[in-house]
């Protein structure tokens, strides 16, 4: 790179208004691309410091000490410090931030630099720039710092601005180290309002606990104290008493004091009495003097105030151009320094005057193009994305007005336009002339070398030739397309050949616009265009004067350059820069046919491309740039070789234009996002006497260009600006004449084809008006008379594929709706076990509606279950427990018991009542810890569930008797209408109905009268209707068919029973003869005929009345049945409602004690919280407290270390105090003397002060700065001193040397003192300062223990101390609050009632205690008689026992069973006896049956032998009953009373014999009873039998 030359860069423009700073009095710095502008006030003058790396990120600078630093922006940036003039590196500084800086400061008060890194650490750093040693860090405290400033009086004290907060941190320092402390600075709210200050943080115990709990400490809420927004910070300012201005905004204006963290609001928008200017425009921007406070604002007005306390005063106000951002002061506090994001700088010296002055306006944007003026004056021209034009001078100066010879700039613009603005004019440019070329963006204009033509190309693949002079108006001569979006346009102009030559780079499919590997070659005449064979009637070059020639390379390229017969390209797959030669016999090659080119020479290209290529006029040198910012130039002749610069950041985008100027000397690149115009100057070595050649050989086409300068400049300045009305008629009289040609020529076959399409039209109507005439079987379907088929079909399929497409979006919608429907149908309806329903009274205006429920989850059952499980088991605990207890003790806790359950009855709610209570609920007073309240909540959970689905239950029921209630409604008044159809009656009939809400299921089905548009039925849903209407017309035909059952319909309507006749519909037939003859024409017969008809005449009217009225009685019964009914419902259904009201009270109260539970446990959770914290911070305060102790102890033994050094140093001090004369003691006692007087005698410079009753900490910021500068005029001074002409008369020049030399080491003790008595006072204060942190933290630990401790009791009391939810009577009144007024009632105290329910509760208990003693009395004598009569009987039935034993008789079977051990075997012994004896018994059994059937076949004969028998005895009877009837008589006739008297005492006897046989069988029958009875009672008594049997 040094062999050839090297770049400088000559200049550089543009303004990304990041950070404008003072580097001194008169010289301001900001960062512009990749380097630093240096910009004098006074001068205007620029000067520009490359950066070491590829970007800028952050930028600083200090103008007292003229120090600037800078960070670049890679990985693992440095900040470099450099000093100004000099522009000299002072120390690069490598810290631990991995990605970028955010913010750098510099301090004025010493050689500090603070710095803030962004992700991932967010550190804050300060630096000492002079060692390159970091002083102190704190990660992870930069998270949202936009900025951060030094205290201009102190260097130790550093404020960093956030975006929501602002920080203040204090650097505390003993001897070598240095520790960063915050101050966290609380704004106020948007309303100007203050957060409560938190006083200390002991919390008494209150005696009474409130109603709702205990009360949090302030400690708990002090994070809920203020929720309101806070204030915004947008800009600080120190001032000169190290306080911090603070602009936010809101537009407020606030006054901070970092030592006690203070805040005071100067200025409040939002009173009524602010200054309206203030108010209108915000505090954006600060700076302070000691005079006033600039202030810049949103509506770029600029105030000076005065503030004298809380007082604010506008002394002056300016006007600015736009808004500005920046405002500063120069460090001798004379001028201010305004800059705004539109580019430009302002000064103001409001001491001077009160004018502002710009002095720089350069705008601010990116640069879209720049490209160098073909004159002698080297003027430049940029164009920036936002529209602006720029000219600028060789100087880099922004020029307002230029004159210059046929100057003219072409802009291409992204709606295909191309404007020619005129550069000649001594005013602004102007716009001349514009050419639409088409609808894509014009990516690439190109003039030849001789400036015959104007190229264009854009992604259409078509290249546009524009004449390129003002005479011929800029007009278009023809285009030509390519096979592909051009990505690359150049062109060489052969003078020799008369000839230019175009070449494109054009991109295929395959680089999808990014690259391509087609290369064609366009050549043009120099000459003019315009004949008529040069372009066809399309605008279109024509072949004959236009040659194509086209190549293909291996690889795909980016962007090339035309050279002499051969091709420069880059190649970014390959990151290489390519050379190809172009063939020179091409005559017999076609313009379609593709030539493979192969590259001659490949080099390194640039890393990180594209990359765009440019040739110098002269050809020598190709120049490349890309987008790594990178500027690199070579000698075409070897590519190797080249020289490089870094213009612009990568970061940034790099490179996005470059050009060359006409001397092939200077070079212009455009950044891409970095905003920067960068103008480099090129020095090559040795080739000082090719460039003469060059410039020599350059002079030709130099004189050739002024000419033509010279003859189009006129015609320039003579055409006027361009406008929007200059667009019309300004259409090409060529192509109108073109078009109007065409039209003239197919005028005659436009009209024939008019005339034909009207015959047609009149034709097919005509066709159409006959088909519809013709008979139904000729006349053709509409598809038959289209004579465009397959047009007809187009629009058929066009018309079903937007149907189809409608369809869809219907059927989406649809869907849509229905996945909607479903969704709300699956949460609130399929989800309900119970669903939501009502039941409204008939005449009534209740409503009761019962309670929807959801099915439980087998979570929630769990749990209930796992709650009753655990209740069952406390309960039966508490039960055993309660057996366990004596007598004694009973007795003793009856009166407490009997309140425990009095209280237990106080369930709160009404639930018991109802009967819906859970018999595992918790009392209220023995629900005290957390576990116990969660079990009740699940617990009133399920009583509420209960209740719900009782009250449920008795609603199914109303609503089933609701419906019965309707079905019956409904069935008498269908008797009701038959029987006013059968009267011949009319009145509307009362029926009720279920409503939606009563009959909710019904709002899920549409009925067909809902629907109102017609249906849509497709074809396969229509085919299915089609087939059902077959069907159904099949069935009834062959219903027709029926005769039997027709036959049946007709004559009996299809009943097989008689019908009933309606009596009122009965009718006599009148006789015929009374209505063909008259009264006196009858006959007698004839007569009676007719009284008869009139008799039944009569009677059947009597007898249709009797049936009306009935009928209607029956109908009145019916409605009164129907009133009655309906009126019952409505009383059943007021006890529901009463019952409803019931329940939600009852659901009420338990909810209220669920909220109350529920709020318990919050509370609980939310102490045990609190305690937590108090014990992590407690925690954490502990471990900070022994940090400090051992920071106290290593400070301790250092400062000890330090003293003895220090008393050291002192004594060495005065030693040389002491050793003065020794060391002069060949010296006379008077000069000795007067030397001494010398010796202590010191210059008057500044001293450095150790009086400890200083703040060290803000006048130790000059310490640093000053005790070099001190030292440097003390040495100075003594210099003077030194000199040999203040030797005093008579002493020897030797000894005055000696003396100096004394005299210097004394000072330099003295020196080294001071300085180690500045430490040691600042580690005594760095010890200090631990020791409070330290009693802090203990005094923290203090009000953390006794906060702690207070909670404990707070949280004891709280368990204790339980709420209960009681049920008042209504009609009583209670209160706590002995202020309140009630006239009608009287308060007592509590304690009053107390003592007279005392002394009631005594007496009563006195009196009880007499009754219950002599109830106890008389019970005591009751009881002993009651017990000896017990004992009597006992003895009685003693006595009975004892005989019963004695006559009880035990068989040996009995007395084996008992005393027998063995049971089993017994027991297996009695099975087997017992299998036997069923064996046994059915063998007995079979024996017996078969005996009886034998029996009973002898008593079948027997009963055949009787019968025959009686048959003969019947035969014989009636002779015997005559017989006996006879002797009756007989025995009658001589019966006599003897025998009577005889036969009744027989009777007698029979009869008393009777009696005493059925005496003699009930006897015997209780004698059975008796003896079953003796055996119970022996079997009874057998162990006590068996007993007496061993006696």
Known sequence: MDDIGGLEVRWIQGFTNKTVEFVDNETVCYACGNHICFLRLDTKLQSVLQGPGRAIGALTASGKSGIFAFSEQKLSPSIFVYVYPELQLKNELKGTAQLDYTSLTLSDGGPYLGCCSSLPDHTITVWNWETAEQICTRPQAGKDVVSLVFNPLSCLQLCALGSTSITVWNIERSASLHVLKPSVIELPATDGSFAERLGPTSYPVRAKPPYFGPELPPVFTQTKLSTKARLTPSTICWTSTSKLLVGCAEGFLLLIDPVSRSVSVLFNPTTPDADPDLRQSSFQVLTLNKNSLITVGKDSVVHSLQINGTQINITHTWQLEGPATTAMYSPDCETVLLSSNTGQIYVLNPTRTNKIVKVLDVLCGKFAAAAWARTDKNICVSVRDSGELQLWSVDGMRLGSVSLQAEYAAVGTTSGNVLFVDLSREQEPRLVHQVHLCNTPVDHLVFDQEGNYLLTGASDSRIFVIDAKPSKKFSVLGCTVVPGPILSLSTQCIRDCEKVTVLALCAGQEGKHRDGRLLTLLSLPAKDLTGPDCVDR?????????????????????????????????????????????????????????????????????????????????????????????????????????????????????????????????????????????????????????????????????????????????????????????????????????????????????????????????????????????????????????????????????????????????????????????????????????????????????????????????????????????????????????????????????????????????????????????????????????????????????????????FNAEFDAVHRQKVQELNHVRERNRHIREILLELDMRQELWEPSLTNSEWPERLFTVDDSEIKAEKYLTPEQREEEERKELEEQKHLAAKGDNFMKKGLDDMMDGLLEVKKEDILKIEITQPEFALTKPDSHWSEEEKKVYKQYEKKTKDLSEKKEKYKKLRETEMKRLQV???????????????????????????????????????????????????????????????????????????????????????????????????????????????????????????????????????????????????????????????????????????????????????????????????????????????????????????????????????????????????????????????????????????????????????????????????????????????????????????????????????????????????????????????SVLEKTIAFQEKAHLHNVQRYKNKIKELKKQAAMKAEKNAVSEQQLPNMQVTVAERRHIDEAIASEENQAATEGRHREIVLRKNLEDFARAQAEDLVVLWAELERLRMKNFPSLDQLKHY
């Open 538 to 950: 399309h605008g279109c070059l024509s072949s004959h004067v236009l040659q194509v020639s086209r190549y293909e390379v291996p690889h795909p390229l980016t962007s090339c350059v035309l050279g002499v017969s051969e091709v420069f390209a880059h190649c970014q797959r390959r990151k290489t820069l390519q050379r190809f030669r172009l063939p020179q016999d091409t005559a017999g090659l076609g313009s379609q046919q593709v030539v493979r080119l192969n590259p001659e020479q490949e080099v390194k290209g640039h890393p990180l491309g594209p990359a765009c290529l440019v040739l110098s006029p002269h050809q020598l040198w190709l120049a490349s740039a890309g987008r790594d910012g990178l500027l690199r130039i070579r000698e075409t002749s070897s590519m190797e070789r080249y020289t490089e610069l870094q213009c612009h950041p990568c970061r940034l985008g790099g490179v996005r234009s470059l050009t060359f100027s006409t001397d092939s000397l200077t070079l212009l690149t455009a950044g891409c996002e970095d905003g920067s115009l960068v103008c480099t100057n090129l020095r090559i070595k040795g080739v000082e006497a090719e460039m003469n050649k060059v410039t020599q050989n350059g002079q030709p086409m130099a004189h050739f260009l002024k000419d033509i300068f010279n003859t189009e400049n006129p015609v320039l300045t003579d055409l006027p600006r361009w406008s929007q009305e200059s667009c019309v008629g300004s259409e090409n009289p060529e192509e109108s004449e073109v078009m109007k040609e065409e039209n003239e020529k197919c005028s005659e076959t436009k009209e024939n084809l008019r005339k034909t399409i009207q015959e047609l039209r009149g034709t097919i109507q005509e066709m159409l008006r006959e088909n519809e005439n013709v008979p139904a079987a000729e006349r053709l379907a509409q598809h038959e008379l289209n004579l465009d088929v397959e047009g007809q079909r187009g629009l058929d399929a066009m018309v079903e594929q937007e149907a189809t497409r409608v369809r869809e979006e219907i059927e989406w919608e649809i869907l849509a709706k229905r996945f909607l429907r479903d969704v709300l149908k699956r949460q609130c309806w399929d989800s309900l076990k119970v669903k939501s329903r009502s039941v409204k009274g008939f005449h009534c205006e209740h409503e009761v509606k019962n309670y929807p429920l959801k099915e439980r989850t087998e979570k929630e059952v769990e749990e209930l279950q796992r709650v009753q499980n655990m209740r069952k088991i406390e309960m039966a605990a508490s039960t055993q427990c309660g057996l366990k207890k004596t007598s004694s003790a009973r007795e003793e806790e009856q009166e407490e018991e009997d309140l425990t359950a009095e209280s237990g009855v106080v369930t709160g709610s009404f639930s018991a009542q109802l009967g819906y209570s859970n018999p595992y609920i918790y009392d209220q007073f023995i629900v005290r810890t957390t576990e116990q309240k969660v079990n009740q909540i699940i617990l009133l959970q399920d009583v509420i569930h209960r209740i719900k689905t009782a």
């Open 1121 to 1471: 049945s129907t009133k009655d009914a309906t009126k019952g419902f409505d009383e059943t259904l007021t006890k529901l409602f009463e019952k409803k009201v019931k329940c939600e009270m009852t659901i009420y109260q338990e909810k209220l004690k669920i909220t109350y539970l529920v709020y318990s446990v919050i509370l609980e959770e939310e102490m045990r919280n609190q305690e937590l914290d108090l014990k992590l911070k407690l925690g954490k305060t502990l471990a900070y407290r022994d940090e400090r102790e051992e920071e106290v102890k290593r400070h301790e033994e250092e400062v000890e270390l330090f003293l003895e050094t220090y008393d050291t140093i002192v004594a060495e001090d005065k030693l040389l105090d002491k050793e003065f004369r020794k060391e002069f003691f060949d010296v006379p006692a008077n000069v000795v003397d007067h030397l001494y007087k010398l010796f202590k005698r010191r210059p008057r410079v500044q001293k450095l002060r150790t009086d400890n009753k200083l703040n060290l900490f803000k006048e130790q910021s000059l310490w640093g700065s000053l005790a070099p500068d001190a030292t440097d005029k003390m040495s100075k001074a003594m210099e003077e001193q030194d000199a040999p002409e203040n030797t005093p008369e008579g002493l020897n020049p030797s000894v005055w040397k000696r003396f100096c030399l004394v005299r210097r080491v004394k000072i330099e003790s003295e020196h080294k003192v001071n300085i180690n008595s500045l430490t040691l006072a600042e580690m005594q204060k760095s010890i200090q300062e631990r020791r409070a942190e330290k009693e802090a933290a203990q005094q923290e630990i203090n009000n953390l223990s006794d906060e702690l401790e207070s909670l404990h009791k707070e949280k004891n009391r709280f368990l204790m101390d339980i709420m209960v939810q009681v049920i008042v009577k209504q009609g009583q009144v209670y209160t706590t609050d002995e202020t309140a007024d009630f006239p009608e009632y009287v308060l007592l105290h509590k304690g009053v009632v107390e003592d007279l329910n005392k002394t009631i509760r005594m007496l009563g208990g006195q009196n009880i205690a007499s009754m219950v003693q002599r109830k106890d009395f008389r019970k005591n004598t009751f009881l002993l008689e009651w017990k000896h009569k017990i004992m009597t009987m006992q003895i009685e039935d003693l006595n009975n026992k004892a005989r019963d034993i004695q006559r009880l008789h035990l068989s040996e079977e009995r007395q084996d069973y008992l005393n027998k051990r063995d049971l089993n075997s017994r027991v297996s012994q009695q099975v």
